[in-house]
């Protein structure tokens, strides 16, 4: 399967754009170590309206728009959504592109969306924006699908916020277990502020994390992600380092979710409207975000 590769560089830091499936940033390396996910094996071709398994042999690693579902099908309505959206795996358009910066743009279902993805030596930036342009209100969920791996988790990684933020476990399929939310310095006293090789499968959400977003600190780099929690006021935790032995994970996969979200689950659009907490855009509505990844290294300089 050929695909398009964009590289940008700037300085320390270098990214690879996969505009063909989803707009991915498949690879991100600063000082040359990398630190984006990357699957264990070849991805295929992605699969219309697909489940999970479907999406996860597909996914080329990194970070990718989740769009306009996040999670689970959802196989009713006007525009059925396969497993985390028909946006997220398939071509968008360069719309314009330097050294620096490129802009992509997919326009399907009624929907138009534009991707901006700069760079700068120490620091990407994503902006989006998402427009209906039916005269009907659509539903939709969004979330910035940004996982970390490679030689970030080669180390136990440290996981911080607010104090003040607010978290809760949700079950591994990402439906609410009815627990509450609690402080982050409540769960972090335990074992949710670290990540490491006996870390099991599991899925979290926080809230109400303030300006200073989420940093996970390892033994090489420290990655701060920061975004616009005005429009994306949820963060998933996702982790995965090696305990799912079902398919299609095997094993195989060490991942480290940290991916803001218009919805507090990570069940689709089916559970949104269950659980009345579904996103609406107006007809003509445009909707914007943005997210901000620093990196910077840990290691002792020689």
Known sequence: MSVTRLTLTNGELE????????????EASYRGIQFMARPPRSAIQPIRLGDEADWVRAWNGGWQPLLPNAGNQYLEGKYPQGFHGNASQ????????TATEVLLAWHDEELQSYRSINISSNQITVSGRLVNLSNEPRQFSLTEHLVFGDSLL??????ET??????????????VKGALFKPWA?????DWSAVNRSTPAR??????????????????????VTWDTENL??????????????????????????EPSTTPHGAGLGESLRTGTV?????????????????ASTSVEE
């Open 15 to 26: 990214i690879v754009i996969l505009p063909d499936m989803g707009g991915a940033i498949s």
């Open 90 to 97: 398939v071509q968008w358009k360069v719309e314009d592109r």
């Open 154 to 159: 080669m180390s136990q990684v440290k996981l």
């Open 162 to 175: 607010n104090d003040q933020a607010q978290f809760m476990e949700l079950s591994y399929d990402g439906t």
């Open 186 to 190: 409540e769960v972090s006293a335990s």
């Open 203 to 224: 899925l979290g959400l926080i809230k109400d994390v303030g300006p200073l977003g989420v940093t996970a600190t390892g033994e090489l780099l420290e990655v701060r």
């Open 233 to 258: 006021p949820f963060v998933w935790v996702w982790e995965e380092m090696g305990s799912t032995q079902s398919e299609p994970w095997l094993g195989e996969y060490f991942c480290l979710g940290i």
């Open 279 to 295: 996103n609406m855009l107006g007809p003509k509505e445009k909707f914007h975000w943005w997210v901000a990844l620093m990196v």
